[in-house]
């Protein structure tokens, strides 16, 4: 699972990861939160602002869509390696930099643990300049994120997530993400 601030290159690394892991001949799929379905689509029109809803309501959509799309991806979790563009900790950083980090943890308590979480850290500066060009959502301003990235940082000890240094090129970051992945899978590529 990768995760980190807006503009980190999740979505990026992600992509790539998925596309390295098949290219090995192993099945891989992708997923992202918010997921694609009906309670994903409902919580990106919140963050739009297109809908209002507090912070707890958002945080329990979050923690709805993990278990109902993680539902869907029940068969493809037996056999293939599911890579998600953000999970859990996202909840745990994001909703936990505006409520009680404890309730946060206990309604995503149900979600499966991910086997190997790596956290792109990147300074604030260099994500709200990758983010320029396109409309700021709820959590993307600079208050906001140098909070949840502390949080990322802090929870990487915790729950043992791996942190790789995300204000490099996209090769260099995704170096970090494979060497990772390659001993935690114990595959030669
Ligand atoms: P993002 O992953 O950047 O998707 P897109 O590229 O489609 O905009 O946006 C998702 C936003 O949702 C991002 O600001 C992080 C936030 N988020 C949470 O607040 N909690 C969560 O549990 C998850 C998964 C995401």
């Known amino acids: 699972m990768l995760e980190g601030i807006d503009g980190a290159g999740t979505t990026t690394q992600s992509r790539i990861l998925v596309n390295r892991i098949k290219g090995l ?3 891989a799929v ?3 939160e918010p997921s694609d379905g009906p309670i994903g689509l409902l919580i990106r029109k919140i963050l739009k602002g297109e809908i209002s809803a507090e912070e707890d309501v ?3 959509l979050f923690a709805a869509d993990r278990l109902h799309h993680m539902e869907s991806l029940r068969d493809h979790l037996k056999d293939s390696f599911v890579v998600s563009d953000r999970y859990v900790l996202s909840s745990l950083a994001y909703q936990g930099s505006r409520l009680p980090l ?9 979600a499966i643990s991910p086997d190997l979480a790596i956290i792109i850290d990147v300074d604030v500066d260099v994500a709200l300049r ?3 060009n396109r409309p700021r959502e709820r959590f993307e301003n600079r208050k906001d994120l140098i909070k949840i990235k502390s949080i990322f940082l802090d929870l990487a000890d915790r729950y043992g997530a791996f942190v790789v240094d995300g204000n490099r090129s996209i090769e260099e970051v995704f170096q970090d993400i ?5 001993n935690w899978a114990g595959v030669d590529g």
Do not use: D, Q
């Not at 404890?102 to 149900?110: F, G, K, L, P, T």
């Not at 494979?178 to 390659?182: A, E, G, P, Q, S």
């Open 25 to 27: 001949g192993l099945k």
């Open 178 to 182: 494979w060497n990772l992945f390659k």
């Open 130 to 132: 990758r983010i320029s």
């Open 58 to 60: 958002l945080a329990l």
């Open 30 to 32: 992708l997923t992202r």
């Open 102 to 110: 404890e309730w946060v943890a206990s309604i995503n308590s149900r």
